[in-house]
């Protein structure tokens, strides 16, 4: 019925069986005059009505697109960073381009380039797949954490120990902002700077600075082990012989304890109970080495990296105590309670000794490797205890190069 039309009666039907009553219940109003003029403006009306419908429907597609791409972009660049994940030519394995980033690119990123911040980072590198089983042929790889103010003085020693053990490693710089490393392009340590902020020593910065390290590793899903290194750390084994060591380690080696000293029990600031109370205090050494599921909970932990934050200064040095405490309380029996990294305290004061060319020799590296300290390694005794060693001045290099083709067999 149009508007302004009176609608007509209908009666039921009397035909008899085998009649059509269809024409009663459609039936046709009877034509009056000027019915032309009536149906012309019925139409026009309708016409209209289409008009102003498909013009809305065109108005809320075209809203309903922008907002679209508005939260896909924004929401994009954090799980996919553009200049992260993108790897050139488009396809089925590992692309960008128009298609977007390719799930190759995903878990195991092309750059180191990201525009996230610390907090989109840590959230972002502790999302852990609930599947059991990986999609692609997972290889564990250790990812070694270079934490400097600028040069790496040992770079030459470094890249000798990785030559030839590609897909087996990662590698990560920390640099003061801006700093640019001068490396080849074949050098592993090439395009590996990862987006830095400034660090203060003794300060929560440090500490800011290893998560950052251990985040932006763990973006890449094959990394399993994470070592944490200076400027001033060399290798003293061999590749296969840290990479075995680390990826069969039922643990992680974070030195951690605590004895009644100014340095150690005497930094404990007891408006940090009850989160963390006296007994529960801890310190080690800052050179950890840690599994993924570690690297995840203390990258995700924001509660007492908060209580750090706000009680442990000043002369606290929280890089010595955050991680050795937080795994004491809630993952100890993950922890073997020991560094791997040698360094040499006994001249006291508050840095270790450094050792330069004059000490360099093939005796010097045994006395490393040999000292006489015994450890347990997957419950067993053993003597190797240290894979790594400092503090080393740049004037070591030359000699630390010679040895690598005898003792150090890399």
């Known amino acids: ?126 999302l852990v797949p609930a599947a059991d089983e990986f999609p692609f042929q997972r290889v564990p790889k250790v990812a070694f954490l270079f934490m400097t103010r600028g040069p790496l003085p040992f770079a030459p020693l470094w890249e000798k120990f990785f030559r030839g053990h590609q897909g087996l490693f990662s590698v990560y710089v920390h640099t003061i902002p801006d700093y640019k490393l001068n490396v080849s392009k074949a050098s592993p340590f090439y395009g590996r700077q990862i987006p830095s902020e400034e660090v203060s020593w003794g300060s929560i910065t440090l500490v800011d600075a290893e998560k950052r390290l251990l985040a932006n ?25 840290v990479y075995e060591y680390l990826i069969n380690s039922e643990q992680s080696f974070v030195e951690s304890y605590n004895i009644d000293t100014p340095q150690s029990a005497g930094r404990y600031n007891r408006r940090m109970a009850p989160h963390i109370l006296a007994e529960q205090w801890r310190k080690g050494s800052e050179w950890f080495e840690l599994n993924r599921e570690l690297a995840v909970r203390v990258v995700a932990d924001y509660k007492y990296y908060s209580i750090f934050r706000k009680h442990c200064r000043p002369s606290c040095y929280p890089d010595e105590h955050y991680i050795p405490t937080y795994l004491h309380l809630f993952h100890g029996a993950l922890n073997a ?50 894979l790594f060693a400092r503090k080393f001045a740049p004037s070591a290099l030359g000699p630390l190069m010679n040895l690598t083709s005898t003792v150090l067999d890399f």
């Open 337 to 386: 309670n020991r560094t791997i990294t040698w360094v040499d305290w006994s001249r006291g004061g508050p840095h270790p000794a450094r050792y330069g060319a004059g000490n360099i020799n093939v005796e010097f590296i045994k006395a490393i490797r040999n000292n006489g300290t015994q450890c347990t390694y997957n419950s067993k005794h053993t003597s190797v205890c240290y």
């Open 1 to 126: 019925m149009l508007w302004g039309e009176t609608k007509p009666m209908l009666k039921p039907s009397r035909s008899g069986a085998g009649g059509d009553d269809t024409g009663d219940y459609f039936a046709q109003a009877p034509r009056k005059a000027g019915s032309a003029d009536w149906w012309s403006t019925g139409l026009l009306k309708l016409v209209t009505a289409m008009v102003i419908f498909m013009a809305g429907v065109v108005i809320g597609l075209s809203v309903s697109a922008n907002v679209s791409r508005y939260y896909y972009n924004s929401h994009t660049e954090l799980f996919f960073p553009a200049a992260t994940y993108s790897s050139g030519a488009c396809d089925r394995r590992g692309a960008s381009g128009d298609c977007g980033p390719g799930f190759r690119a995903f878990v195991h990123p092309p750059t180191l380039a990201h525009s996230m911040t610390d907090d989109e980072l840590f959230w972002r590198a502790t």
């Open 217 to 241: 590793a763990l973006l890449d899903y094959s990394n399993e082990r994470f070592v944490l290194l200076s400027e001033s750390c060399i290798p003293v084994f061999n590749f296969p012989t």
